[in-house]
């Protein structure tokens, strides 16, 4: 058998090969690249040093561990003007961490019930869904977080309109929680028998609800596993076995009888003086940045969603028809889960963008981590630098956190060829 010449240079090995024998060329360049990058960072590293040591600086991160002097209004930890700096970042981390999953989550909630109603034969639902979207996508999200924060701050009344044989306003859902002008006041969790607390980098973590959180968790797999075990049975027999009062039992009474032992409760919030106390007090800062960044980034998602619900073939809908399902259903078991491979890689750049935005808090005075660690604490500290590679670092491991787990779901949904 005649052999066929590759065309691949022969011979030994000469330096003129790596810029001219394909095989090499393309390490080279990317060598050559990777020495002018290293050769870029150290040139700006040594000129930062430099310039610090011009100024009288030097590089550190103890002001960390400094007294802050200032308090933060919305704080899910303890926290008062005697703890330091490090302990303040935190709290902002929290912060931007809660507001960012509540966003989020509404976000999506409202996206895709915008984005499936803008495909509504109902030619006025239809409508409405894109005077929505096109109202609140092309306002800048600021200006709809001041317009939030405005309405809340201006139109609710005071805690003082509670007061009285004749209030002016009352409390809603049978007097458990109060809109007032200083933010909403909501029941909270109390637990009669307690676990504890273990402390995590300065942090208290309740045992109580990790426990609740595991309890959670185990429910959720032991439930996913009875439901794979009756796929396999329907695949086998073509009859498929109830599993809903399953999976009714798994995964709500073990949660249940954690809280009974537990001794779980709710505290109401009750008008004391010229305030509400007890219960949990969500701040107009932090409404204004939840519902702000909601509705601006659901206008984004319902389109995201319409667009994957039209990459899907109409012959899906018109066999699942014929089969006899229900339009909602189809919607439901057919058409969005395939529809979901075309969804979630443009949804996980709204998530990110929605982390990043909570940054626009100190417009309304939230105190997330740019207001805190980005904010008062390198003006009260005088480190700039050490504390914006810190606030840049910890939103780039948020945003690598978000992308990976994004990216692991949709390698789950996603359609498997055979």
Known sequence: MAMVDSGAPKGSFRLSMLLYDTRYRSYTIQIFVLILLMLGAAWLIDNTIRNLAALGKDFSFDFLWNVSGYDISQRPIEYDSTYTHGRA??????????????????????????????????W????????????????????????????MSESMPPPSAFRGDDPASSMLLFDSIAVTNRGVYVPGPLFENGLGYFNIVGVDVSLNLMAFLVVVGLSIWVNRRVLASATKIQNATGVRPKTWWKSLLILFVPAIALLVFLGFHLEYPELRGFNFTGGIQMRNSLL???????????????????????????????????????PGRTMRLVILPQALRVIVPPLISQYLNITKNTSLGLAVGYMDLRSTLGGITINQTGRELEGMMLLMLVYLVISLIISTVMNFYNNRVKLRER
């Open 89 to 122: 970042a935190i709290v902002g981390l929290l912060n931007t961490l809660i507001l960012a999953v509540m966003a989020c989550v509404t976000a999506t909630v409202i996206g895709v019930i915008a984005g499936v109603l803008r495909l509504s034969k109902n």
């Open 124 to 151: 006025i639902i239809g409508r409405l869904m894109t005077v929505y979207v096109e109202t609140f996508r092309n306002v800048p999200v600021l200006i709809w977080i001041i317009v939030v924060s405005a309405i």
């Open 288 to 326: 204004a940045m939840w519902l702000g960044l909601s509705i601006y980034t659901g206008a984004f998602v319902a389109e995201i969603v319409r667009s994957g619900i039209l990459a899907i073939s109409q012959g899906q809908s018109e066999a699942a028809f014929a089969l006899g399902l229900q």
